[in-house]
């Protein structure tokens, strides 16, 4: 007799569950092959941490960096920044991708916090309103600045000195959920950080929700490659579709 179809909520549940175990089992497996805990790379202040995270959009990190530490060494307030000529920050941003479009934008961005902090780029206020606020409702008050989306406001409350829960998701770590099937195939990177943050036990504190993190990203740099992925060495390989349909069915249960 063939199994009985489940109802659609029904349906809904048993496959939520089935992908939050699967991320689960991935978190566990990376994190122990790429030896997490990690340590955080970033002590920036939740605003230097929000223009980095613009600088580093589409940009290589060597690039980005040197973006970072040329306007910096410049104009070394942010208020410094905000006001200074728009063609000037443009080129103090040259190293990353689409100086033209960033240099305006960021400018918005501080220009915007002028005003809701009252005047002044004021940090301490800056970080008391994002502490203060739920992780998803501090997102959201993020991403109402101009250009900033889902990576960015992740980012800022993650990778910050606020190190707090909200996750990233970079190219790296998409690609990966992508293939085990954490997420659908037309699911987009803004559109997936929703979907991937859910799959995370709520309870999670930020070194939890960064060791998830950066074990995908890695593990999408050293085995899971755009371009011909290293399957036959993958730790997941047993549970990751795309790998079985590469090599065979077989090749998992190996």
Known sequence: ??????????????????????????????????????RFFSVKDPLSELVSAILSHRTRNADSHRAY???????????????????EVEGLINPCTWPEQKAPRIQAILRELTERLGGALDLPRLTAQLTALPV??????????????????????????????????????????????????????????????????????????????????????KCCYFRSPACRRCVLLDVCPYGQQLLGPAAGAA
Do not use: N
């Open 136 to 221: 998803p409702e501090a997102r959201a008050w993020l991403e109402t600045l101009p250009g900033v989306g889902p990576k960015t406001s992740a980012a800022t409350l993650l990778f910050s000195t606020l190190r707090r829960p909200a996750m990233p998701v970079d190219s790296h770590h998409h690609r990966v959920a992508q293939r085990l099937g954490l997420i659908g195939p037309k699911v987009g990177t803004e559109a997936s950080h929703a979907l991937l943050e859910a799959l995370l036990p709520p309870g999670w504190d930020a070194q939890q929700v960064y060791d998830h993190h950066e074990a995908l990203m890695f593990h999408g740099q």
């Open 69 to 87: 530490q040329q306007l910096v060494a410049a104009l070394p307030t942010w208020a410094a920044v905000r006001d200074a000529p728009t063609p």
């Open 1 to 38: 007799m063939p199994p009985v179809p489940l109802p659609d909520s029904a349906a809904a549940a048993a496959d939520f569950a089935h992908r939050q175990a699967l991320a689960l089992l991935a978190h566990e497996r990376l994190c122990a092959l790429y030896g997490a805990p990690f």
